[in-house]
């Protein structure tokens, strides 16, 4: 079956603007992450979903970010007033409820603030 | 706060020898760790994993040791081929307390010479 998409692959966008990146997870999976690689870094957690639970954001760097998931799929991730340190891939996965951990990755968007 | 830790930033083998690649954690919270593998461009996929109720897991060519004591984790490649060429993250997560969320290591690069 499809895997996790992301939308867009690549967006460049100038320092103040507000960005919004997709993420459709596998049918099925209730869990989704968002998570964010700079340059040279792993992997950064920034915020879960699970069900109908409420999401735990402890991972957001600032309140400039913010997501949301509608209808227990579809997820987007919003970033308002763009810095230059924003720039990074932003990747998002999905599981299965838990016990699973064996994330989903999607192929994520590499995002350029300029 | 790194609390999980890839020292290596990359490894180079030749084919049809050992890879190993080497993960440390400081966080004794953490119960669950995996390992992912990634390729330029995509999302990481899921290798293989291990509990904290376990030292050793196997996979095909893939094994993941466990040293609770130490906070020390490896994975070991025998034997290693081209294709497995990527960069490779360690992860862990804290059964109780984290519903799966994931801290990444900051990945190691490894080559396999044919």
């Known amino acids: 079956g499809a895997g996790v998409s992301q939308s867009p692959s690549n967006k460049v966008t100038e320092k103040g603007k507000d960005v919004e990146l997709r993420c459709d997870p596998i049918?099925?999976?209730?869990?989704l992450y968002w998570y964010r690689q700079s340059l040279g870094q792993g992997l950064e957690f920034l915020i879960y979903?699970?069900?109908?639970?409420?999401?735990?954001k402890s991972g957001l760097p600032s309140d400039r970010f913010s997501a949301e998931r509608t209808g227990g799929s579809v997820s987007t991730l919003t970033i308002q007033r763009t810095q230059q340190e924003d720039s990074a891939v932003y990747l998002c996965?999905?599981?299965?409820?838990?016990?699973?951990?064996?994330?989903?990755f999607g192929p994520g968007t590499r995002l350029t603030v300029t | 706060d790194q609390q999980v830790k890839q020292n290596s930033p990359s490894l180079s083998v030749q084919e049809g020898r050992i890879s190993i690649l080497n993960c440390d954690y400081t966080?004794?919270?953490?119960?669950?760790f995996l390992w992912y593998k990634k390729y330029p461009a995509e999302g990481p996929t899921f290798l293989i994993s291990?509990?904290?109720?376990?030292d050793k897991n196997e996979d095909g060519r893939f094994t993941v040791f466990l040293n609770k004591s130490a906070k020390h984790l490896s994975l070991h490649i025998v034997p290693s081929q081209p294709g497995d060429s990527a960069v490779y993250f360690c992860?862990?997560?804290?059964?109780?307390?984290?519903?799966?969320?994931?801290?990444f290591g900051q990945g190691t690069i490894l080559t396999v010479h044919p």
């Open positions: 996965a999905s599981s299965l409820d838990l016990p699973s951990y064996e994330q989903y």
């Open positions: 049918s099925g999976h209730t869990a």
């Open positions: 979903f699970q069900g109908n639970s409420a999401p735990d």
């Open positions: 966080n004794s919270m953490f119960d669950y």
């Open positions: 291990i509990s904290s109720i376990k």
């Open positions: 992860a862990a997560s804290a059964l109780g307390t984290s519903y799966g969320k994931l801290t």
